[in-house]
């Protein structure tokens, strides 16, 4: 009878730890969450900007904005490819895992951001190498 009692009692205390643990998705984020979805969100406006700037400034090379716009649409997907290489299991990560997503997407978006930058910035005479990016006077 008391392992009877025993048992229940363990079974009771693993539903209440499953159920909590499957409920934690739905509960508010906490702030670093919120603080790094709002981080995310700033990053990903940034990055459309410069993009859209960098398309506008080298408007009259059709070719480049037509390869802009692919080599655009495919750092898209290997960004969502190398945040599921990150984190291959979305369930296992814990409370923290949104915030890790979006601090690893504003990580690789700000790369993205500093490699964009390179047509707008320009590069020096002499660059042999420069391809598409504008010669700075």
Same mark, same amino acid.
């Given at each position: ?58 408007? %009259? ?9 692919? %080599? ?11 945040? $599921?290489?990150k984190f ?6 814990? %409370? ?18 500093? $490699? ?15 391809? %598409?990016?504008?010669?700075?006077n």
């Amino acid at each position: 009878m008391k392992q009877i009692r025993l048992l229940t009692l363990a079974m009771l205390l693993f539903q209440t730890i499953l159920t909590t643990a499957q409920t934690q998705d739905k509960l508010p984020p906490d702030e670093e969450t919120k603080a790094a979805i709002g981080e995310f969100k700033l990053v990903e406006a940034e990055l459309n900007t410069v993009f859209n700037k960098v398309l506008t400034q080298y408007k %009259s090379n059709a070719e480049f904005v037509k390869n802009m716009k692919e %080599s655009q649409d495919l750092w898209i997907k290997f960004r969502a490819a190398e945040l $599921k290489a990150k984190f291959p299991a979305s369930g296992e990560y814990g %409370s923290v895992y949104t915030m890790c997503v979006n601090d690893y997407l504003t990580e690789m978006t700000n790369e993205r951001i500093t $490699k964009l930058n390179t047509w707008l910035k320009g590069t020096y005479e002499g660059d042999v190498c420069s391809g %598409s990016v504008k010669i700075n006077n």
